[in-house]
């Protein structure tokens, strides 16, 4: 596990007017388990607008193939450096993502499978704030619209309530415009723009929809916010 200290936290990053954030149960110390650039993104301005004490987990063995992981990683890694944020680089343990959700291969996005990935994101998460002095923890993956949220609150929460004082974050950052300035601050910084949720059964899902509908199969490490008409 690697860490990047980060200097100066809370560096003047935003030009947009969003609420003071207040962390729940009093908390100090934020550690945002965060699943990519773009939608951590938004999150990590909206933190630092309110004053927030925060560091980077990046723990995602789900994602695939390690080519992709590594273009998630490292805008993130982009990002935060940026704006001397720390970030905690986690194990890319996959064989052990595999086998928790054996079984549950053909499960559909927001199913089963998801849950126990989401689980086990948490876990080591929840596991790391406890150890490392961290109040409160937080997910970016409630950002994306494909996502259930009631599915990431219930896993976050059951994660942090194995430690005694650590609290899962449930704030909906979707609202209040935060889908459209996770956009905005993805088209400034020309972040990644993965096609898939992560795993190679999303993979394989998106594929057999766009073969279906007549689109071409997802292009790894070629699509970039604001740098084409579509995007
Ligand atoms: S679809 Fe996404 S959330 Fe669900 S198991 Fe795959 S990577 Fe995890």
């Known amino acids: 596990m690697e860490v990047l200290d980060g200097a100066t936290p809370f560096a003047a990053m935003t030009e947009y007017n969003r609420p003071t954030l207040t962390l729940p149960n009093s908390g100090q110390k934020v550690l945002l388990h965060s699943c990519c650039a773009p939608c951590s993104g938004e999150v990590m301005e909206a933190m630092t607008a309110s ?7 990046f723990y995602n063995p789900n994602i695939h193939p390690e080519r992709e992981y590594e273009i998630r990683k490292n805008e993130n890694i982009r990002f935060a450096e940026e704006h001397n944020i720390e ?3 986690a194990d890319y343990d996959k064989d052990n ?5 054996k079984g549950l291969e053909n499960e559909p996005e927001r199913g089963e499978r998801c849950t126990v990935c989401f689980d086990m994101r948490f876990e080591r998460t929840a596991l790391y704030a406890y150890e490392h002095g961290f109040d409160v923890i937080v997910s970016s993956l409630g950002l994306s619209r494909w996502k259930d949220m009631n599915q990431i609150n219930g896993c976050g929460e059951r994660a942090a309530a194995r430690y005694p004082g650590l609290v ?12 459209q300035r996770m ?10 723009q993965q096609e898939y949720c992560g795993c190679i059964y999303s993979l394989r899902d998106t594929n057999r929809h766009r073969r279906a509908s007549g689109r071409p199969a997802v292009e790894i490490g070629v699509k970039f ?6 995007s």
Do not use: A, Q
Not at 183 to 192: P, T
């Open 87 to 89: 970030f905690i680089d």
């Open 183 to 192: 956009i905005e601050i993805s088209k400034r910084e020309e972040f990644y």
């Open 51 to 57: 004053g927030i004490d925060y560091s980077i987990f």
């Open 97 to 101: 993502w595999f086998e928790r959700v």
């Open 168 to 179: 899962y974050w449930t704030y909906n950052w979707r609202k209040g415009g935060g889908s």
């Open 225 to 230: 916010y604001g740098r084409d008409s579509s």
